[in-house]
């Protein structure tokens, strides 16, 4: 039983499967050779994360493929409904990276309200010449206790946020149009239990009260988030996406920065990826970091075993 992890997979998640009897193969494989290399070799598990697409013809194309795993939440490169259909079972690890893109969240926000995306690229070229008038420029940074977050999402990343923003001080409104309410639940390190119960709010609302706003929703059709809504956001507001790209439309984003409409922006995904727009790229008031919210050490474990198992699992149906 083979498998071809084509975008990486965890040593954990490696040392789990062969233990069970799987062959595993962590090389990657380019695009355009995927559906000879699937065949020539008779994979029956294809392992991806979000470089690799999984469409309707590699499906075709490959009649020994019977599981296609997604390491993390978000399918929109692969053709779920169409690989059901053929009895191809398709498995995401939805909960595993939670935590780290709820971190990165925080990493923007932190970087946004303290100037950080802009001294970190001054500092170097003028801080040894120009350090009082840096010092200056970057001395009007704001607290986040006491401030609201507005969360667009309000799944099992969305909670998450929500989890730092208690321990942070801050009030927290949430948005979801399939979540009314939500217990959030989590354990301190001496082994308390603290639970709010979080009730969701109307979007617009979450738009002009709150002081930072983040989303966390899949793949969109449409933008979600356009002109019309920075138009209802503080001047104050930060604007945080780590969700996907294409949910909120960049152009009206760079516009609400330009017109001091709200006041910084923080994005870990974009419309073009993996070519976002120079104009985003090179924006003074935008923290950026290209796509890495599941990039961590923790979480990449996690998303290995969790998919280890499950394929086990299925095997032993």
Do not use: W
């Not at 001080?169 to 399939?178: P, Q, T, V, W």
């Not at 989590?186 to 119960?197: M, P, R, V």
């Not at 075993?305 to 149906?317: H, P, R």
């Amino acid at each position: 039983m083979k498998v071809l992890a084509n975008d990486g997979i965890s040593s954990t998640g490696v040392k789990i499967l062969e233990a069970a009897g799987f062959e595993v193969s962590t090389e990657n494989i380019n695009q355009d050779n995927l559906i000879d290399h699937l065949n020539n070799n008779n994979t029956e598990v294809l392992l991806v994360r979000s470089a690799t697409v999984v469409r309707k013809n590699l499906i075709d194309s490959c009649p020994s493929i019977k599981i296609i795993g997604r390491g993390g939440v978000g399918m929109d490169n692969i053709d779920v409904e169409y690989a059901k259909s053929k009895g191809i079972k398709v498995i995401n690890t939805p909960s595993a990276s939670s935590i780290s893109v709820a971190e990165l969240v925080f990493s923007h926000i932190f970087t946004g309200i303290r100037f950080l995306y802009d001294s970190n690229r001054n500092m170097p070229l003028q801080g040894e010449t120009n350090f009082k008038d840096l010092k200056k420029s970057y001395s009007k940074g704001i607290e986040i206790r006491g401030k609201t977050i507005g969360i667009i999402g309000f799944g099992r990343i969305g909670q998450e946020v929500a989890k730092i923003a208690i321990g942070l001080g801050m009030k927290i409104l949430a948005f979801d149009n399939y979540v009314n309410e939500a217990m959030i639940s989590f354990s301190l390190y001496d082994g308390q239990i603290i639970e709010k119960k979080i009730i969701t709010t109307d979007f617009n609302n979450l738009l002009s009260e709150s002081d930072f706003i983040t989303l966390h929703v899949p793949s969109q059709k449409k933008h979600l988030i356009n002109k019309s809504h920075f138009d209802l956001m503080k001047n104050t507001c930060g604007f945080i996406n780590c969700a996907r790209g294409g949910v909120v439309n960049e152009i009206d984003l760079i516009e609400a920065l330009d017109k001091n409409q709200i006041s910084f922006a923080g994005l870990d995904t974009f419309e073009n990826e993996p070519k976002p727009s120079v104009k985003l790229l090179m924006h003074p008031n935008i923290s950026l970091s290209p796509h890495i919210g599941a990039a961590t050490s923790e979480a990449q474990e996690r998303i290995g075993k969790e998919l280890a198992d499950q394929i086990i699992s299925i095997y032993k149906m």
